[in-house]
């Protein structure tokens, strides 16, 4: 009762799984991913155990042949079950059984697969694939689109209710201590994937680390447009001097902060350069 994707970038060192469906909160059922083993969409008359039980055969070498091979074997209603699996390496293997509902099916492609039931027809899958192919840019962007084409293509043909896309790569999650790259989910939307690209944009500002080379000098223009800024807000107590000095700092650390970007900057990393994504930011929700 849906349409999914699993898929693997090898110069990113990214595995990623995303799904849409006419079904309340898809991705918490199908969506499972690790990095440097996979990952795994499991749906149909879903096994939700097929996910960390997939993951934790591909975590001990397995392909994801091998691991689909020994998961079916030990169900006893392969024929109600539908899975794609893309390993450690980027190889993939993917299962549609024979009595999901129509239109049911999957294809495989050079590092993902592609599959999906009760769709509108296969041109669903031939859209994600095509247009995953064709498309530039990281991966969780490339997924997305695959989402959206597949979406546009006819999708579930009971119609839309959720989509949702989990990335892994290793010491990539918040605080650097886990893999959840991205993990992002619309439960219950008219038009669930347009939402998760908007959701991923925001990812994106609040959650990407800054590009050092991309970084701006604070100098007195605009260490003076920040502390006016900081000033006009509470956070800055003294005078507008154009000087970046301790306290300038300490009050822009504490805005930073209260806004969630604190992936982008701190005090103890390159304090005298800014990222203009933050710049950018700050000008737009505070200069209105």
Known sequence: MTFSIV???PTEQQWGAAVASKFLAAAAVVCHAQAG????????FAKVGFGPDGLALMGKGLSAEEALAKLLAADSSVEDRQVGLVDAKGNVAAHTGEDCFEYAGHLLGEGFTCQGNILAGRGVLEA????????QGPLAERMIAALLAGDRAGGDRRGRQSAGIVIVKQGAGYGGDNDRYIDLRVDDHVDPVVRLGELLKLQRLYFDKSDIAARLPIDATLATELQTL????????????????????EAFWELVGIENLEERWAPDESPELLDPVILDFLRERFNK
Do not use: C
């Open 230 to 249: 900081l000033k006009r807000l509470g956070h800055y107590q003294g005078e507008i001097t154009g000087n970046w000095d301790a306290p300038s700092r």
């Open 128 to 135: 994600m694939a095509a247009t995953f192919r064709s498309t």
């Open 7 to 9: 898929a693997y970038s």
């Open 37 to 44: 083993s996979g990952a795994v969409a499991t749906q149909a």
